[in-house]
């Protein structure tokens, strides 16, 4: 994917603030400090379009960026940060509902997991409603600079059997490296093409 621009639209909270255009989108959800912003830079090759924090739980809003002028990201808070009043949690748990209850322009949500880790219950949650609701799940396995190659296989048996995968394809990325970017891309353009999006691919 050749990435001619890329802008930040709006952090939004409610319904009524979404961009209206009508194009397709992909959300990025996952516990906080996944690297959700992170991917998102390398993705736009853009340093600091979205940003990044090492305080998890900076995301409180869902932050749209638009694409070449033919689609949308949305970045949606991180859950799953214990220091966040149950207050707070609930409180961004709405914002996420809202948009992923009743958005018709989102055709794909990625799940980011940290490739060391087994996901946790909230990941779990995350991708059985994603499916109930009968959207396209892309799995992302985030920080794969951080173990070796030959271990890979060993943690997407973990992330398989934790989150109860119906077949969907593990894609293990490195910010850092800068590895797995070009597949993603081909993955979500294969998501818009399926849903009679014509997208520029090159």
């Given at each position: 994917?050749?990435?001619?621009?890329a802008e930040?639209?709006i952090?939004?909270?409610?319904?009524?603030?979404?961009?209206?255009e009508?194009?397709p989108?992909?959300?990025?959800v996952g516990r906080?400090n996944?690297?959700?912003?992170?991917?998102?830079?390398s993705?736009?090759n853009?340093?600091n379009?979205?940003r990044t924090?090492?305080n998890?739980?900076?995301?409180r809003?869902?932050n749209?960026?638009?694409?070449n002028d033919e689609?949308?990201?949305?970045?949606?808070?991180?859950?799953?940060?214990?220091k966040?009043?149950?207050?707070e949690q609930a409180?961004?748990?709405g914002?996420?509902?809202?948009?992923l209850?009743d958005?018709e322009?989102l055709?794909?949500?990625?799940?980011l997991?940290?490739i060391r880790?087994e996901p946790k219950?909230d990941?779990?949650?995350?991708?059985?409603?994603?499916r109930h609701?009968?959207y396209?799940?892309?799995?992302v396995a985030?920080?794969?600079?951080?173990?070796?190659?030959g271990k890979?296989?060993?943690?997407?048996?973990?992330?398989?059997?934790?989150?109860?995968?119906s077949?969907?394809?593990i894609i293990?990325?490195?910010s850092?490296?800068?590895?797995?970017i070009?597949e993603?891309w081909n993955?979500?353009?294969?998501?818009?093409?399926?849903?009679?999006?014509?997208?520029?691919?090159?």
């Open positions: 994917m050749k990435v001619k621009s930040f639209i952090s939004a909270v409610n319904t009524d603030q979404y961009p209206a009508g194009l989108e992909v959300a990025f906080s996944v690297g959700k912003s992170s991917i998102i830079n993705l736009l853009r340093r379009i979205a924090s090492q998890p739980g900076k995301t809003t869902i749209f960026f638009k694409v689609f949308h990201f949305a970045d949606l808070p991180g859950y799953g940060y214990a966040v009043s149950k207050t409180k961004w748990g914002i996420m509902e809202r948009y209850s958005r322009e055709k794909c949500i990625l799940i997991v940290d880790h219950e990941d779990k949650r995350m991708y059985e409603w994603a609701f009968g396209e799940c892309l799995i985030t920080k794969s600079d951080k173990i070796t190659r890979y296989q060993k943690q997407f048996s973990l992330i398989r059997k934790k989150l109860g995968l077949g969907e394809k293990p990325i490195s850092l490296k800068k590895t797995g070009d993603l993955e979500i353009a294969d998501v818009f093409i399926k849903n009679g999006y014509e997208i520029t691919v090159e």
